[in-house]
């Protein structure tokens, strides 16, 4: 018997049993599925955060408390010991780095927005007068704060698209008010949609006088200081004497990152973190296999008679244990092609909330897998139907 004929017979006998066979695809496909919709959503998370990254300019350093390398428990972020920074440290780096660098603190909290009877929570992105020379920000209407601004603590917020959406829709906001934490603040410009960035999302978010965010937040701590060295040649030094200015009063407590630097750690953390996903939906393709070998192993049992009838006419051992596997596999593809349909579907439909990127090593990676489990699982069914004798097969009721 050659093998086109073996997958004739194969096909016979699944199409035999629809629904059988169907509920064995669905383990499968349950799998497929998933792995390709959680890694198109890890890709695409890790390509927009990297864009996001990218597009804050160039030259830029990020100064962090906390001891990144050590981590929690060691001084690292999240640490009990932990010191943060000040606006006042952010003054003194930026008299030891010289007026051609920009150094601009950050801080970032919750907040409640209000416009009339419409509300929403949000979160703020308060930087100094120099927030525009590092981050790129392209005002559709309006202005930035000014130094005498921040020096004042002025109520002015600068809102995104969102924002803008949300709480101004049809509207100009600028020279409007608006309530931030039951505090009425002035809206002097807004922003074109950005995306996500090191700060969240930026449409999401108002931006303010860094001293003003500090008083509505209750709080003087600097999460992170942000420099703009004046050229690419610049920065590794920039590194090292920013390590000098605030070794003497942090200690190791504190990171200092490039922006490429910084780039390969969330491009690490998310890539690992995405293949840990693929992982666990693999699981899911392990149990379809098992489901697969147990209807494997009850196919054969009902098709005993059959097999030592066709042994008895001739039939080899290699016929019989390729028919079996074949539609192991044919199982197994099947519901993988279906998987791969679903999960590319899926991951379109989840565009809209989340970003979500379909790879071709992931749809490569998901239907191999798939066809693997159905050789790995058909060969222990289809090699205990080859070695049934033939006289006993005849005898099985």
């Avoid at 969240?200 to 860094?210: A, R, T």
């Avoid at 000098?244 to 750690?265: A, H, K, N, W």
């Amino acid at each position: 018997m050659n093998f086109v004929e073996s997958i004739r017979i194969a096909l016979r006998a699944l199409n035999a049993n629809k629904v059988r066979s169907a509920l064995t695809m669905l383990g499968v496909i349950i799998g497929v599925a998933a792995v390709i919709l959680l890694v198109a959503i890890g890709t695409g998370v890790q390509d927009e955060i990297t864009g996001s990254i990218e597009g804050l300019g160039s030259n830029l350093i990020f100064v962090f408390a906390g001891n990144f390398e050590e981590g929690p428990g060691g001084g690292g972020p999240g640490g009990s010991s932990v010191r943060s920074f000040s606006i006042e440290d952010a003054d003194l780096l930026q008299r030891r780095l010289g007026s051609e660098h920009a150094v601009v603190p950050v801080v970032q909290g919750p907040l409640t927005l209000r416009v009339g009877n419409r509300t929403m929570r949000t979160t703020v992105a308060a930087a100094n007068e120099n927030a525009g020379d590092v981050f790129s920000a392209d005002y559709v209407g309006g202005r930035g704060y000014r130094r005498s601004e921040v020096s004042a603590s002025a109520r002015v917020v600068v809102i995104g698209a969102t924002v803008r959406d949300r709480l101004f829709p049809n509207q100009d906001p600028v020279g409007q008010t608006m309530s931030i934490n039951g505090q009425r603040f002035n809206v002097i410009g807004h922003v074109a949609a950005q995306g996500g960035s090191l700060t969240g999302d930026q449409d999401n978010q108002v931006f303010m006088p860094i001293t003003a965010a500090q008083r509505l937040l209750g709080t003087t701590d600097v999460g992170l200081i942000a420099v703009k060295a004046a050229t690419a040649d610049d920065v590794e030094i920039l590194q090292q004497r920013i390590r000098q200015v605030l070794t003497p009063r942090f200690g190791d407590e504190f990171s200092v990152f490039s922006q490429e630097q910084t780039l390969g750690i969330f491009q690490q953390i998310l890539g690992t973190l995405t293949f840990m996903l693929a992982g666990i939906a693999g699981i899911s393709l392990l149990v379809g296999g098992i489901g697969i070998m147990n209807i494997m192993l009850v196919s054969v049992s009902e098709r005993t008679r059959e097999i030592g009838i066709r042994k008895a006419v001739g039939a080899r051992t290699y016929d019989i244990m390729s028919q079996f596997v074949i539609e192991a596999v044919t199982l197994s593809v099947a519901g993988g092609a279906v998987g791969i349909a679903l999960g590319a579907i899926g991951a379109q439909i989840l565009t809209e909330w989340v970003p979500t990127e379909v790879t071709v090593w992931a749809v490569a990676l998901a239907f191999t897998f798939s066809a693997g489990v159905g050789i790995f699982f058909g060969v222990y069914p289809a090699y205990k139907a080859s070695r049934l004798d033939p006289i006993e097969a005849l005898r099985y009721e």
